[in-house]
């Protein structure tokens, strides 16, 4: 087992946002999301863990300004204050846009943000500056630790490991956590070479570099090789480079199903289930971030396309789409907003009746109503043009009470382990997706509940637990194979 206390866990976002009440007492709330969920798992398991992450709110960079570590509930927190522009270049105008944009395959697409001019500033002047702090406050945390080890989470940290090992040396054991697609290397080019091989470099000052998938392990091994000349062994999983050797695994993320069980039964979801029981027809649902990733407008365009061929399903089933805005200062992802807004109305316009509305439309953050969705769907549509795992598709198999079907882009992460019980579907193919989306609504009942049974077992055998657990495993083997 890895050393308890000496963990230290860093990320961008917070598990806690604090605030102010109107009495100027203050007071946070928990931060949503897959990886910050997951997160919370890795930090209960190793307790005393720190975690690092960026101050958001005005409150939290009071609270990165008290010195100490903030204790809530069982999370010891460190907030890193960022000066604003260089966290806007950061977040707004590199991560977001540019990596993820590149991760994803979403570049040459009319809507990608273009490179050049501002680029090389929101690298020295956002990126770098962000890390560097990042590497700083983590430094600090780790004096006076045994045995350190370091867990860096996600694109927003790239440069994290060579900063780090510039400030503290060799001497703490660094995973880095990966969780957005590693695409092949031909995508990567689409950057800049300072932009490319310096992650690149970067990452190979860890001793793990950790992905959700097989695939994305094997894209970033093939990248090392192809645009560093790195020395590669697939099969055993290792990079050598500069001197060093540094593990490259796969560990597949999931879900505390325990947690989603409960959150099923709560009052609010019970309260929510009425709205979404009384909608007409079968039940189709998404629940997404309004992410440009996520495919939403190809989704609607596929259900109209399966509304024009089989017009008898009309007035037969409502597609409940949860959006959640998302990013919303990166022009991309506001116009890509407005564009999810008009495709869920041209759909409605076509098809729509005084009794009848083909898409309810929701653009808010609704736990609560996004739970009672789950327990309810006949058919899931999880289309990503590519996703590092996609929790959606796991939360949901788990609590769906209806023999739900779940249709399942090859591009997410999650395909790698529900493909055999899900529709697959090509996220591009408007075709492909009315054909699953009719066959998922039409499939016979027996089908259905094998196919449900199957998915939520799947889950099961997988859980945060077991994701934790495996890292913690290879952790502990590596320090002793280079101890
Ligand atoms: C993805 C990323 C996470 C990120 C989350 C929410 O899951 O992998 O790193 O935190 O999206 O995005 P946000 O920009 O709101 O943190």
Known sequence: MVHRGGMVIVSNRAPVTFSRSESGERTYSRGAGGLVTALNAVSRRAEGALWIASAASEEDVRVAREPGVCEIEDLRIVLVEHDPSAYDLMYNHLANPLLWFVQHGLYDLPYAPELGGETLRAWEEGYLPTNRNFARATAEALSGLESPVVLLHDYHLY??????????????????????????PGLWRVLPSYIREGVLRSLLRSDIVAFHTRRYARNFMASAAELLGAEVDPRGGAVRWGGREVWVR??????????????????????????????????LVRVDRADLSKNVVRGFRAYGRMLELHPEMRGRVTFLAQVQPSRGDIPEYAAYAEAIRRSAGEVNEAFGTPSWRPVELSMQDNFPRSVAAYKNYDALLVNAVRDGMNLVAKEAAVVNRKDGVLILSENAGAHEELKD????????????????????????????????????????SNTIEDWVAAQMHDMAARRKAFS
């Open 159 to 184: 440069m994290v490991p060579e900063l780090l090992r510039e400030e503290v040396g060799e001497e703490p054991l660094i995973s880095f956590f990966v969780h957005i697609p590693w695409p092949e």
């Open 250 to 283: 796969s560990y597949p993320i999931s879900i505390d199903p325990a947690e989603f069980e409960e959150a099923a039964e709560s009052p609010e979801v019970l309260r929510e289930e009425e709205y979404v029981r009384n909608l007409p027809g079968a039940l």
């Open 421 to 460: 019980n899900a529709l697959s579907v090509n996220p591009f193919d408007l075709d492909d997706q009315a054909a699953a989306i009719h066959r998922a609504l039409t499939m016979p009942a027996a089908e259905r509940a094998r196919r449900a049974r199957a998915l939520r077992e799947a889950v099961l």
